[in-house]
C-alpha cells in the first residue's frame, strides 16, 4: 500500500481496490468479460454492473484489435 504514492493520503485503498485495478486493466486490455470472471472467481454480471464507467468505445476498439490479431494468427497457420 505504501507504493500508492500521492494516493494513499487520498484514497482509502484496500485489497479489494487492487482486485477492481486488475479487472479494469483486463477490461481494457480487451480481456472477455467471461474470462475476467472465471479468473476472478465472480459472475459477468457483476462485472458489468461495478464497471460500467468504463468506455465503450475503447472496449470496442480492443476487442477488434484482438479479433484481427486472432485473424492474423490463424491465416498465418494455415499458409
Do not use: W
Not at 5 to 24: E, Q
Not at 46 to 71: F, M, P, S, V
Amino acid at each position: 500500500m505504501e507504493l500508492a504514492g500521492p494516493y494513499r493520503d487520498t484514497r482509502d485503498i484496500v485489497p479489494y481496490s487492487l482486485r477492481h485495478s486488475m479487472i479494469t486493466q483486463r477490461i481494457m486490455g480487451g480481456l472477455d468479460f467471461r474470462e475476467i470472471a472465471e479468473m476472478c472467481g465472480t459472475s459477468m454480471g457483476q462485472i458489468e454492473r461495478t464497471c460500467y464507467h468504463l468506455n465503450d468505445a475503447i472496449r470496442l476498439t480492443n476487442a477488434l484489435g484482438k479479433a484481427t490479431r486472432e485473424l492474423m494468427t490463424r491465416l498465418k497457420r494455415s499458409d
